[in-house]
């Protein structure tokens, strides 16, 4: 019976000292894929950090998600709807962004989707925007695989809130859509607390002429 209780107890420390290693060894590191879980364990191609062109399955959380008070608003102000750009000329985006916390920015190559969305103490979502522009061709849906100017806005907002791109005057003549892609800071769409809101992106539509 002695014996007994003795090696329940060497067992117990046994597991408790294992889990003080595992603990020790997973020191909280901000960029990290979580395993794959649920439906992922049988997805072909599990999340690892990187963007994968043939598509993956993340078990990422969706991590920490604002109140109505803060949830994500933009506007474009620079060009004007509807603007009659020369072709040539370069031009300046700017956007207005409520409620983001500006300037927290993963590197897509290695950190892509491997942070659950977080917010500040103020309970404002920490993360980025990009613009980016594609040529409507006809009445079409555009390819989202084709466009004609990218770029991540990942520096923090001016003091007016603003976030600005320079656009080279290389742009054909044509009728070109301008859309924001608000994201949480390792690149997912922002998560938002309700389904009936307004829009966390705005688009116009300009022309080159
Ligand atoms: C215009 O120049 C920018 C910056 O070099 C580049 O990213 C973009 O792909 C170019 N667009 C076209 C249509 O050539």
Redesign the pocket.
Known sequence: MKSSIFILLVVLVALVSLDFIEAQKEKPNKYKTPPPAGICKKFPIKANGKQNPKGQCSSQLLGEVPGVSKMVSTIITLPPNGAKIPAKKSFKIRVLVSNLQTGFFSDPETDYYDVPQTLTKAGVIQGHAHVTVQKLIGKGVPDPTKF??FQGLNERADSKGGLEAIV?G??TKGLYRLCTMVASESHQPVVMPVAKRGSQDDCIRFSIV
Do not use: S
């Open positions: 004609d100017f080279p290389n742009l």
